[in-house]
C-alpha cells in the first residue's frame, strides 16, 4: 500500500479519503508540510479554489507544494483542485494564485451562474469501458491545452474536462460522489508507477 495525502485545507476532502481507503490507500490529511512530505501521493480536493490558495499560503504549504509537483509527485486535482494545478487560472479573483504544474488554461465558474451544476456522462477513452457518470458543482473548463498536456475528456461540444501532463492529473468534474472509482484507480496506478 502506499501513502496517498489528501490536502485538507478546505472542500471535500473526505469524500476522496473515503474513495481513497476503499480502494486500499494508506490515506492521510495533508495540512502540514511535514505531512506532505511523507506522501507518495495527493489529492486535491475540490472546494473553492480562491480560498484554498489563501489557506495554502497563510499555513505556509503554497511552496512545498510547488517544490513537490516540480519533484513528480503524482497529484490529482477534481474542480477547484483542478484550478490549483492549472499553471494559468482565468477569472480568478483578485490576487488569486495557482501552485501549476499542468499546461492548461482553466476558468473558474465556466458554466455561469445559472447552470452551477450539471451532470453528464462523458467518455473517458484511457479509463476503458463505460463512459463516466461525471458530476458538475460549479465547475471550470480547461480552457486551452498546452503541449505539454493532453486532454483525456471532453464533453460534446468540445470543451475539455479531463487532462493529464506526467505525474499529474486533472478533471473538472467530481468522481468521489459518484461510487466510479476508475479515475481514482487511475491516478493510484500513477502512485505506484513512481514510487
Ligand atoms: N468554483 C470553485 C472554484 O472556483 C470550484 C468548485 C468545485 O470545486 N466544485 O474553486
New binding site residues.
Given amino acids: 500500500t502506499r501513502r496517498v495525502g489528501v490536502l485538507a485545507l478546505q472542500?471535500d476532502f473526505r469524500e476522496h479519503a473515503h474513495v481513497l481507503r476503499a480502494l486500499g490507500a494508506d490515506v492521510t490529511l495533508v495540512r502540514r508540510p511535514e505531512e506532505l512530505a511523507a506522501v507518495d501521493g495527493l489529492v486535491i480536493p475540490?472546494?473553492?479554489?480562491?480560498v484554498m490558495d489563501k489557506l495554502a499560503r497563510t499555513f505556509g504549504l503554497a511552496e512545498p507544494l510547488r517544490a513537490a509537483i516540480r519533484g513528480g509527485l503524482p497529484v490529482y486535482g477534481?474542480?477547484?483542485g483542478l484550478?490549483m494545478l492549472a499553471d494559468t487560472v482565468l477569472d480568478g479573483i483578485r490576487g488569486q494564485e495557482s501552485l501549476g504544474g499542468l499546461d492548461v488554461s482553466v476558468r473558474?465558474?465556466a458554466f455561469g451562474s445559472q447552470t452551477h451544476s450539471f451532470e453528464t456522462d462523458l467518455d473517458v477513452p484511457v479509463l476503458g469501458g463505460e463512459p463516466m457518470h461525471a458530476v458538475f458543482?460549479?465547475?471550470?473548463i480547461v480552457e486551452s491545452v498546452g503541449p505539454t498536456a493532453t486532454a483525456l475528456a471532453t464533453l460534446e461540444d468540445g470543451r475539455c474536462v479531463a487532462v493529464e501532463q506526467g505525474n499529474l492529473l486533472g478533471t473538472s468534474f467530481?468522481p468521489e460522489v459518484t461510487g466510479d472509482y476508475r479515475i481514482h484507480e487511475y491516478f493510484l496506478g500513477k502512485v505506484r508507477a513512481a514510487a
Avoid at 458543482?137 to 471550470?140: C, G, K, L, N, T
Fill in positions: 472542500g475540490g472546494g473553492e479554489s480562491s477534481t474542480c477547484a484550478i473558474r465558474n458543482i460549479r465547475a471550470p467530481h
